[in-house]
């Protein structure tokens, strides 16, 4: 086997003993001694590809213990998404517009789903966090981002949940700079509310309307802020009022 050179190839055959070995999140990982044997580079090079991999959350040094493997969560890529959301320059409102209409697309499709096949107990559960968003105060943020993620978790798909959850924490970031009108709770609530009438009725498409309406008030609010011209509503559908 050829001896890998750059740091990335080193770092990806580590990752490839990891998947090789079924190693599991938080088993230990393979002694540096041994990593040296089986890549063949050196200690320092080990040393500096594990520092990488734990920057990146697929390992974990835990001082006094050891090195496992880790859980490669969202922290790292949460880190990325918002350091490129809020970096200034020309782009800003590009970026901002994609990492909303990534997640509309997400959303849109696992709220059409929901709408065909969903526990009857979600929609209490639903209204619950409607009613928290009519009032003020930091738990109606909280009733916001709890609202999306019932709905992601009812579709039963583990990426897309995290996605979304790691879409909305950095968007609300973001939105926080832009300096625009913030949404008033008993507006916020109405649109969350059109979700639900249209999960009861289990009307797929009128459920992906209404999460569409949704997303257009946000991009109002972001267009209103300070990246002017962040992107307009979405045109409403014939025969849709």
């Known amino acids: 086997m050829a001896r890998p050179q750059r740091s990335e190839e080193i770092t990806k055959r580590i990752i490839d003993l990891i998947i090789e070995r079924a190693l ?48 490669a969560g969202s922290e790292s890529l949460q880190t990325w998404l918002l350091f490129r959301t809020r970096t200034r320059g020309a782009s800003d409102a ?53 609202f999306h993620d019932l709905i992601c978790a009812e579709a039963g798909f583990d990426l897309a949940r995290e996605l979304t959850g790691l879409f909305w924490d950095v968007y609300q970031v973001a939105e926080a700079e832009l300096g625009g009108p913030s949404s008033s709770p008993s507006g916020t609530a109405k649109r969350h509310q059109a979700i639900i009438d249209a999960l009861v009725l289990g009307d797929a498409e009128a459920a992906a309307e209404a999460v569409h309406r949704h997303f257009d008030e946000v991009r109002k609010r972001a267009k209103a802020g300070r990246y002017g011209g962040f992107g307009e509503a979405r045109p409403a559908p014939v025969g849709r009022s």
């Open 94 to 146: 590009g970026r901002l517009r994609d990492l909303l209409e990534v997640r509309e697309m997400i959303e849109t499709e696992l709220t059409s789903r929901v709408a065909r096949d969903h526990r009857p107990e979600l929609i209490e559960e639903l209204q619950d966090r409607v009613a928290r968003m009519r009032r003020k105060g930091p738990d109606a943020a909280v009733a916001d981002r709890e």
């Open 24 to 71: 599991p999140p938080g088993s230990p990982m393979p002694t540096e001694l041994s990593l040296v044997e089986d890549i063949g580079v050196s200690r320092n090079s080990i040393r500096e590809a594990i520092k990488a991999l734990q920057a990146l959350g697929i390992v974990e040094i835990r001082h006094g213990y050891g090195t496992f493997v880790g859980s």
